[in-house]
């Protein structure tokens, strides 16, 4: 369960900070490949994954006819994904047809979902772009999903982009990326990258003044320590 406190942490932390992290306690693959923000506007986007597989389209099982099913699989998807959840799909890193359009994000922007992530691409990705909700792709595509994919799984485990997301892992997307964090580590990466910001944000202030970085950063030096001291305390960090 995603706290409220550990969400706002969440928001205002890089995928970058959360990578390190992430690679002191082992976790080496857990940033989405080839994965780039659409329209950025700012603020992290933060939520438990929730996910849709693609496996390759088989031409007689994925005719358009299947979207007049109402319980197919993509459509049940977007209609069930927990507001304040983020939704994954898993394209197998191909682009070559969308994964979504328009109008089903735009229906989950309605639904006060969190984000949406694919490691493949998505059709009007101008609109998706101008749309009041994360999303991140790998580049744009027009052709319809169909031609490509056929939704076959509705939240379970998957890979996007080389990193393995299970449902509920908590999805951090910044102006760089996406990345992926266990659910059960979510509270205390939170709190360590909003620790390890501050003193990012030290350093870079005195870097900016000329300061060299020896001794700096790390902080191998005692004056580096009472001097972070001192600019907390001045920035109410």
């Not at 992290?44 to 597989?53: D, E, H, I, K």
């Not at 699989?73 to 890193?93: H, L, N, T």
């Not at 744009?140 to 996007?160: E, K, M, R, W, Y």
Request: with cysteine.
């Amino acid at each position: 369960m995603l706290s409220d406190a550990t969400r706002e942490k969440l928001k205002h932390v890089s995928t970058a900070t959360l990578a390190t992290a992430l690679f002191k306690r082992g976790f080496r693959n857990q940033f989405i490949q080839n994965v780039h923000p659409l329209g950025f506007r700012g603020e992290n986007m933060v939520g438990p994954a929730f996910t849709l597989r693609y496996m390759p389209a088989r031409e007689d099982l994925n005719p358009i006819t299947v979207f007049l099913d109402r319980a197919h699989p993509q459509r049940k998807a977007v209609e069930e994904c927990p507001p304040g959840a983020v939704f994954v799909v898993d394209s197998r890193k191909d682009a070559r047809a969308a994964s979504a359009g328009s109008i089903l994000v735009a229906r989950l922007m309605k639904r006060g979902v969190a984000g949406i992530v694919t490691d493949g691409g998505f059709r009007d990705s101008p609109e998706i772009a101008a749309l009041d909700i994360p999303s991140y792709h790998q580049r744009p595509a027009a052709p319809t999903n169909l031609t490509v994919h056929q939704a076959i799984d509705i939240n379970v485990p998957i890979g996007c982009g080389d990193a393995p997301v299970f449902p509920g892992d908590i999805i951090v997307g910044d102006g760089e990326g996406v990345i992926v964090l266990p659910a059960h580590l979510a509270d205390e990466l939170a709190d360590e990258a909003t620790e390890m910001t501050a003193f990012e944000d030290f350093v870079t202030e005195k870097v900016l003044e000329g300061r060299t970085i020896l001794g700096l950063y790390p902080a191998t030096e005692e004056q580096t320590k009472t001097d972070f001291v001192a600019w907390r305390k001045e920035k109410g960090r």
